[in-house]
């Protein structure tokens, strides 16, 4: 073990790391498929192999398993022959939209150049437009042409034909996101971002800036997302506004320009409504708002960016960062584990590290200022020093994993379409300050919260 432990030491690698990295030589060495991925940087460049970066790519390791099989010794020289050659695993993207013009997709496939450059044996192949009675065949056709490792769905409706074909490609991840249906399987992964406690700190904004204390939501439809997301906005607002009321219609799509146009101009001339956003995924709402001069809060992606209007009518934009839960899941298959995580619903306890420093989950961010600092000055000076604080603390909070906007006491309106919350009466307590639903609860929850008008269709 004296050549083990020297290795261990010039590289700084732990001894549980160590015996991790002997079982990966040891594989290799008979000749088993394994796979190993250095940080970016390192690779072909015989670094040393350090204890984060072990770390990094093997967060689950049955230590007894890996323990029997472990070498007495680590050769450096087999370490660098390793990270000169790691495999190649190509990503099937499904987009159920096209990509240019919208807020939701667009995103998606930013959080999939992201991983192609952190990983330089990563490639990918995309399919937009992808609806239901064609997820299978997509997928198929990208795992026999392009030989797809993992597929990659960013709607729910992709996800349950997946589950079908999830045994026949044993070696494959199927990795779909989950509204209000969390089934999972081995090699089914399900994954959401909590995207609602953005939305809880743009309500904070959005309760400060209203003036008619009328807010308006264009939604797509009712839909456990929404609830959850659009809950956690009217929390917000009422927590410095208790006169908001938040007013929701629906377009009955995710993608409906005109429909969206259409119930953004109902929502302000009908509604009174001073402050807008929106649970759709184009820049209809948006243009409205700037027509009527209005106040607007962008969904998923960062408006001014994406040139869909400036800081003179987006106050600030709640996004999510997909990559933070990608970037694990593909960390998974290149370690080789038939059995990883297969549930995810990160928040802002969880990020990547950029160049720039640690990337969260979801928050806000306009031109690459986030939180505060992402409010357009002229938002600020109406929303006050208090309020701004406030929003400046609870997102601190909700980083360090101490608060989160489902610890409030939580009030049923009496509007649902799911069967599940029918018995709720309007006031009824559903979950009481402090108390923190789990994460099944908030992930399948379908109703909404006292202060919120909208159809219960």
């Known amino acids: 073990m004296e050549g083990g432990q020297r290795v261990m030491k010039e590289s700084g690698i732990s001894k ?16 088993a498929v394994v796979y190993f991925v250095v940080p970016k940087g390192k690779v072909g460049k015989g670094a040393a192999v350090t204890q984060e970066d072990v770390a990094a790519f093997f967060q689950t390791a049955d230590e007894g398993t890996v323990t029997d099989i472990a070498q007495n010794s680590i050769p450096q020289e087999i ?9 190649k695993v190509t990503i099937g993207a499904e987009w159920f939209s096209i990509i240019e013009g919208t807020s939701w997709t667009q995103q998606c496939q930013k959080a999939l150049d992201w991983l192609l450059d952190e990983f330089p044996n ?12 064609n997820t299978i065949p997509v997928a198929e056709r990208m795992i026999r042409e392009k030989d797809a490792d993992i597929i990659i769905a960013n709607t729910e409706f992709m996800a ?8 026949k490609y044993p070696d494959k991840y199927f990795v779909s996101q989950t509204n209000a249906n969390i089934e999972k399987g081995r090699n089914w992964i399900r994954y959401y971002a909590k995207q609602y406690q953005s939305t809880y700190l743009a309500g904070l904004l959005a309760g400060a800036l209203t003036k008619t204390n009328h807010i308006g939501v264009i939604g797509a439809m009712y839909d456990v997302v929404i609830c959850r997301r659009i809950n956690a906005f009217a929390l917000g607002a009422q927590e410095v506004n208790p006169k908001v009321k938040v007013h929701m219609l629906y377009c009955g799509q995710w993608f409906d320009p005109p429909s969206e146009k259409e119930v953004a101009e109902t929502l302000i001339d009908k509604f009174n409504c001073d402050v807008l956003t929106q649970q759709t995924d184009s820049a209809a709402g948006v243009k409205v708002a700037q027509d009527k001069g209005v106040w607007y809060i962008g969904k998923d992606a960062d408006f001014v960016e994406l040139g869909w209007d400036d800081w003179s009518t987006v ?15 593909v960390k998974d298959y290149l370690a080789g584990d038939r059995y ?7 928040g802002m306890e969880s990020s990547v590290m950029t160049e720039n420093g640690p990337l969260i989950t979801v928050d806000l961010k306009t031109r690459d200022k986030l939180g505060v600092d992402s409010i357009s000055q002229k938002a600020k000076s109406i929303a006050g020093e ?10 601190a909070q909700m980083i360090n994993g101490t608060w989160d906007p489902y610890m409030k006491e939580i009030r049923a309106s009496g509007i649902t379409s799911w069967e599940r919350d029918r018995s709720l009466k309007e006031g009824q307590i559903i979950s009481p300050a402090g108390e923190m639903p789990t994460k099944e609860e908030l992930l399948t929850g379908g109703y909404l919260v006292q202060g919120i008008v909208a159809p219960s269709n």
């Open 16 to 31: 549980t790391a160590a015996v991790v990295i002997a079982a990966i030589i040891a594989a290799v060495v008979v000749g």
């Open 79 to 87: 370490l660098s022959d390793v990270s000169k050659a790691p495999r």
């Open 122 to 133: 990563l490639e990918a192949v995309v399919q937009t437009e992808v609806m239901p009675d």
């Open 160 to 167: 349950i034909p997946l589950k079908e074909i999830k045994d």
């Open 315 to 329: 106050a600030t934009s709640f996004v999510v960062n997909w990559q933070v839960i990608w970037e694990r899941i």
């Open 340 to 346: 990883p995580e297969n549930l995810y619903f990160l």
């Open 386 to 395: 208090k309020v701004l604080n406030l929003i400046e603390r609870r997102r």
